[in-house]
């Protein structure tokens, strides 16, 4: 299984969907791959559904109302395939054209929207799925090479300065507004692009969780062009 996510101590390769959902993180691993080359033509299928905002939620029964090609069809059988192998598995996937998310820039210090590296958190034992179809896919870095922004000094000093209430409440205030799961990464960083067509599994931040939650970013879209993205 040759690819550019084999060197990587974060990534673990999985050949199936059932070895992507049963294979436990551990040590540094916090993300796996169901590395695949996918056929089919899934430009076919973004160029034929109606973006109605900037992010619209398309459903199966949009996606069986298409007239498409041989491989438009494949593509659809595998996006439809993806969706029930989730849903039997107890996920709520969701599949999304989307043109941009909604940016964050209330303050110039920072930024809490999907576009910042970020770690998700759940009060339940769960982990985040995506696959990137079509368009630009994600990035994740490894948790050595970022520092979560609240314990950055200068970016925490600021933040005290806009909570303005009592000491022992601050912690709770970082996480009430979301700020502690956002982090910044060193200079010397090397992030990995998750490509198109694999079926990620990314460690969530839960009170079971035996690693570090997977640090990862939503990418700047292409210009004129929108991403086809399944998660849950």
Request: a negative charge; one cysteine or more.
């Amino acid at each position: 299984m040759s690819n550019t996510f084999s060197d990587s101590n974060q990534i673990g390769m999985v050949p199936t969907f059932s070895e992507l959902i049963q294979t436990s993180f551990k040590g540094e691993m916090n993300a796996l791959c169901w590395f695949r080359n996918l056929d089919g033509d899934f430009n076919e299928i973004v160029t034929q559904l109606g973006l109605k905002e900037n992010i619209t939620e398309v459903y199966p029964e949009d996606l069986l109302a298409l007239q498409l090609s041989e491989k438009g069809s494949i593509a659809r059988e595998i996006i439809l395939n993806d969706l029930q192998l989730l849903t039997d598995f107890g996920a709520s996937p969701a599949l999304n054209l989307l043109k941009c998310y909604e940016r964050d820039d209330e303050f110039d210090f920072i930024s809490t929207d999907v576009y910042s590296f970020h770690v998700d958190r759940s009060p339940i034992a769960t982990d985040t799925f995506l696959c990137t179809y079509h368009g630009a896919a994600s990035d994740i870095v490894s948790n050595s090479e970022a520092a979560q922004k609240v314990l950055i000094p200068e970016i925490r000093v600021k933040l005290k300065e806009l909570h303005d209430g009592p000491e022992e409440e601050f912690e709770d205030f970082l996480k009430e507004n979301y700020f502690d799961l956002h982090y910044q990464i060193h200079d010397d960083a090397e992030p990995i692009n998750l490509g198109i067509g694999h079926l990620w599994r990314l460690a969530v931040d839960h009170p079971k969780q035996q690693v570090l939650p997977c640090i990862h970013r939503a990418p700047i879209e292409n210009e004129g062009e929108y991403r086809l993205l399944l998660i849950c």
